[in-house]
C-alpha cells in the first residue's frame, strides 16, 4: 500500500520556543480507499501521534486541524484554508503540513511529479494520478506563497502493496525527489522512489524527536530519519532537502547548544569529498562522519551528482569469476585500541556470484557450508553452490523487495519475508513453494525457523500478534501480550520457549506449544527491536532504541548487566558462541565488543553497516569476529585482545553485509554492485 505522509515540518520552536512564533498544522490521515487501491490501518492513529507531539511541543490545540479520510476537494480547500491562516499569521508563522495515506508518482510532460491520493477514490494507474491526485507540488507553492518563517514537509508514503499499473516502471510506487524551496524542510520518509510498508514507525520516530527540549528542527529530522533507516528493513535512509533560512527548534528553543564545528578530520574529508565530487567521494564522508552539521549540503550534491549520471541498468547474466585478492596492511584507525597488525595473510582467492540485479538484504550459508542463501530487493532469493558459485536454484514469486532468507538446519526449506506482506515456505531442493503467509510483518527478524525445522515464527503486520506455525503454515499457537507491533521473534537453543519484542519496549518469553507467556521483561522504554538468546539458552540479550543493550537471567527475569553507553539507537546484539562477549551494532555505525564478565569495551570498529545491514560474523573458533571497516573491506578481529589479526582483505566493490561458515573456511560478503564474493579463508594465527 502506497502510503504518504508529507509532513510540511515548518521550523518550530515547540515549547518554549522563539517568543512572537504563531504555529499552525495541518494533519491529514487517509485510511478509506476501495479493495481495488487498498485500505490502510494506521494513517489516523499517525496524525493523532504528530497531533499529540505537536501540543507537548507547544502547538496551542485550536491551531491543530485533523483531516481523517480527506476527498480530493476536502484536501484541497484545507490546504488554501492553512495557506491563508499562515499568511495571517505574518512573518513569524510556522506551520506543519503532514499527509498520510496512499500516494505515488507519474510522468507529466517527461517529468515525474508526486500526487497525494485522497480517500474513497478508486486511483489504480499512475495514469489517472493528474486527474484523481493531489499535487503535491501545488501544496508546496500554496504553502511556499503564504511567505511564513518556516514550513516542513515530511512524506511516510508509497506504501509497497498498492496494486499499481505502471506509466514509468517501478518507480510509481515511489515518491521522487524535489528541489529546495527557500523557508521549506521537505522530508520524506523513503528513499527516493522507495516504498514501505504501512507499519507507524516513521510517526512515531519524528513524534519522539519533536518534543526534545532544544533540539534543531533539522536534527530532528536527521535522527527520526536514521532511526527509520536502521529499524526498517533495506536500511536505506530516507531523504530531505532543507530550504530553512535559519536554525529553528521544536521544543524549548532556550536549551538549545550549539553544535560544534567540524573536527580537523571532516573538515579535511569534506573539503576533499566536495572538490573531488564523486559519488564515492560523497558516500564515503557520510558513512564516516554521519552526524555531521554538513550531511544536508553532502547529501544534496551527491543527490545533483546521481541524478545527472543516471542509466537504465541491464539484466546481469549469471555469472561466476574466480579471482586473486590483494591484502593491504594499513592498520584502521577506528579501533579504539591501538590495533598490532600480523603479517598473514587470510584470504587466498574469491568466487564471486553474479545474478541478483538489486541490493542484497542478507546472506547466509547452510549447515555444512556447501550452499549459500541470498535476499534481494529484486524480489528472489537464490540458492549457491559455495565452493564454485554456481546458482543451484532462484526462489521467485514474492512481489517486492526480499528482506532476509533463511535456511532450517537440515537444510531441506528456506524462508523468506519480504515487503510484499507475505512470508513464504521454500523447497531448498526443487526452489518450489510451500507454504505462504500473509498479513506478516516484513521486518527481517519477524521470520525463524525452530531449531528442529518442525515450526516457524511470523510476527503479524498490524495486530500485535505474533504466531508459531506449521510447516504448511497453519497455526499452532497464537502469542498474544503485546500492546504495539511485534518487532521480532526467535525460538530458544532447546526449541520450547519462544522470545519476542515489540514497539511497546517489552521482551515476552512463550511456551511454544500453549502460547502462555511465561516471562515479560519490561526491558525499555522505547522499542526493542531485536533480543537473542546465548547460545546455552540461559541469557537473553535485548537491543532498544533507549541506547541500551541489556543482559537477563533467563530463569528469574533479572537484569544482570545494562551496556548503555551507545551514543544512539541500537540496531543490534548478539552473544558470540562461547557467550563470552556481546556485540553491539548502533545507528552511528559503530560495531562494538564487550567483555561481558571483565565488565570491559574490547573495541570499538567503525563499520560500513551504519543503517542495519550485517556486518559482523562470529567465527567458531570463541576468539574471531569478520567485521566489515568503514572502507567495505574485511578485517579479523581478536576478541580476547580486541586486535586485529591478519591483513586487510580488500574486496572487489564495498562489503555490505558478511556471512561465515561453520568451519571458518570460508566468508561470504555481499558487496554494494549486487554481487557476492566468497572468500576462501586460510587459519587463523594468534598471537601468543
Not at 491551531?63 to 513569524?92: H, M, P, W
Not at 529499524?231 to 550549539?258: E, K, T, Y
Not at 592498520?331 to 545474478?355: I, M, N, Y
Not at 578485517?635 to 564495498?654: C, E, I, S
Request: charged content about 20%; aromatic content about 6%.
Amino acid at each position: 500500500m502506497i502510503r504518504w505522509v508529507y509532513a510540511v515540518l515548518i521550523s518550530l520552536c515547540l515549547a518554549h520556543g522563539a517568543r512572537g512564533e504563531t504555529r499552525y498544522a495541518l494533519l491529514i490521515g487517509n485510511e478509506d480507499y476501495p479493495a481495488e487501491v487498498g485500505r490502510l490501518s494506521l494513517p489516523h492513529e499517525d496524525v493523532d501521534r504528530i497531533a499529540a507531539a505537536l501540543e507537548e511541543a507547544a502547538f496551542q490545540k485550536s491551531n491543530i486541524t485533523i483531516l481523517k479520510d480527506a476527498t480530493q476537494t476536502e484536501t484541497n480547500l484545507a490546504v488554501a484554508a492553512f495557506a491563508s491562516r499562515l499568511r495571517a499569521g505574518g512573518a513569524e508563522a510556522v506551520g506543519f503540513f503532514y499527509y498520510s495515506g496512499h500516494g505515488g508518482s507519474a510522468e507529466v510532460s517527461g517529468e515525474r511529479q508526486n500526487y497525494l491520493i485522497p480517500a474513497r477514490t478508486p486511483v489504480t494507474g499512475a495514469e489517472q494520478l493528474p486527474v484523481l491526485g493531489v499535487p503535491v507540488s501545488g501544496v508546496i507553492d500554496a504553502l511556499a506563497a503564504a511567505d511564513a518563517k518556516a514550513i516542513f514537509i515530511v512524506s511516510d508514503a508509497c506504501r509497497n502493496t498498492l496494486p499499481f499499473s505502471s506509466s514509468k516502471g517501478s518507480g510509481d510506487k515511489g515518491m521522487v525527489r524535489v528541489n529546495a524551496r527557500s523557508g521549506l524542510y521537505i522530508a520524506f520518509a523513503t528513499a527516493d522512489g522507495a516504498t514501505t510498508p504501512d507499519d507507524g514507525l516513521f510517526s512515531s520516530a519524528l513524534a519522539e524527536q519533536i518534543v526534545q527540549p532544544g533540539q534543531t528542527a533539522d536534527r530532528a529530522f536527521t535522527l527520526a530519519m536514521r532511526k527509520v533507516a536502521g529499524l526498517r528493513p533495506g536500511n536505506r535512509l530516507p531523504f530531505s532537502v532543507d530550504g530553512l533560512r535559519g536554525d529553528i527548534c521544536f521544543s524549548d528553543c532556550s536549551s538549545a547548544v550549539p553544535e560544534p564545528e567540524p573536527s580537523g578530520g571532516e573538515a579535511v574529508a569534506l573539503g576533499r569529498a566536495l572538490s573531488a565530487g564523486s559519488q564515492a567521494e560523497l558516500e564515503g564522508f557520510l558513512q564516516r562522519f554521519p552526524e555531521s552539521r554538513h550531511r544536508g549540503l553532502v547529501e544534496s550534491q551527491l543527490a545533483e551528482l546521481v541524478s545527472a549520471s543516471v542509466v537504465i541498468p541491464q539484466p546481469v547474466p549469471e555469472t561466476r569469476e574466480t579471482e586473486a585478492v590483494t591484502s593491504e596492511a594499513t592498520p584502521v584507525p577506528d579501533v579504539a585500541a591501538g590495533v598490532a597488525e600480523t603479517e598473514t595473510a587470510l584470504v587466498s582467492g574469491v568466487v564471486r556470484l553474479k545474478g541478483h540485479t538489486a541490493r542484497i538484504n542478507s546472506v547466509e550459508f547452510d549447515v555444512s557450508g556447501d550452499r549459500i542463501l541470498t535476499a534481494s530487493e529484486d524480489g528472489t532469493a537464490r540458492l549457491w553452490s559455495s565452493g564454485d558459485g554456481l546458482p543451484l536454484e532462484v526462489l521467485a514469486g514474492h512481489s517486492d523487495t526480499v528482506w532476509r532468507a533463511t535456511m532450517d538446519r537440515s537444510g531441506a526449506n528456506v524462508l523468506t519475508v519480504s515487503s510484499d506482506g507475505t512470508s513464504r515456505l521454500w523447497s531448498a531442493a526443487s526452489g518450489n513453494p510451500i507454504a505462504t503467509i500473509t498479513g506478516n510483518s516484513d521486518y527481517p527478524d519477524a521470520v525463524e525457523f525452530s531449531p528442529d525445522g518442525t515450526a516457524i515464527f511470523t510476527a503479524g503486520k498490524t495486530n500485535k500478534l505474533a504466531y508459531v506455525r506449521d510447516l504448511t503454515g497453519a497455526s499452532i499457537a497464537t502469542l498474544k501480550g503485546h500492546t504495539q507491533t511485534v518487532m521480532s521473534g526467535t525460538f530458544s537453543p532447546d526449541g520450547t520457549r519462544v522470545l519476542t519484542t515489540g514497539f511497546d519496549g517489552k521482551a515476552i518469553v512463550w511456551d511454544r506449544e500453549t502460547g502462555n507467556s511465561i516471562l515479560v521483561l519490561k526491558a525499555a522504554r522505547k522499542a526493542i527491536l531485536v533480543a537473542r538468546y546465548s547460545s546455552d539458552g540461559k541469557r537473553i540479550v535485548t537491543a532498544s532504541s533507549d541506547r541500551s543493550a541489556k543482559v537477563w537471567d533467563t530463569a528469574t527475569g533479572k537484569l544482570l548487566r545494562d551496556f548503555d553507553e551507545h551514543p544512539y539507537e541500537l540496531i543490534d546484539a548478539q552473544f558470540d558462541p562461547t557467550g563470552k562477549f556481546l556485540v553491539t551494532q548502533c545507528l552511528d555505525g559503530i560495531v562494538r565488543v564487550f567483555d561481558i564478565s571483565g565488565n570491559a569495551t574490547v573495541a570499538s570498529i567503525n563499520s560500513s553497516g551504519s543503517y542495519g545491514a550485517a556486518p559482523f560474523a562470529f567465527g567458531k573458533d570463541g576468539r574471531s569476529l569478520h567485521v566489515l571497516d568503514a572502507d567495505g573491506n574485511l578485517r579479523v578481529l581478536d576478541m580476547v585482545t580486541g586486535k586485529f589479526v591478519g591483513d586487510v582483505m580488500t574486496l572487489p566493490a564495498r562489503g555490505m553485509v558478511v556471512a561465515v561458515n561453520a568451519e571458518n573456511t570460508r566468508a561470504a560478503v555481499a558487496l554494494d554492485d549486487h554481487s557476492v564474493a566468497v572468500l576462501a579463508l586460510q587459519p587463523i594465527s594468534y598471537p601468543q
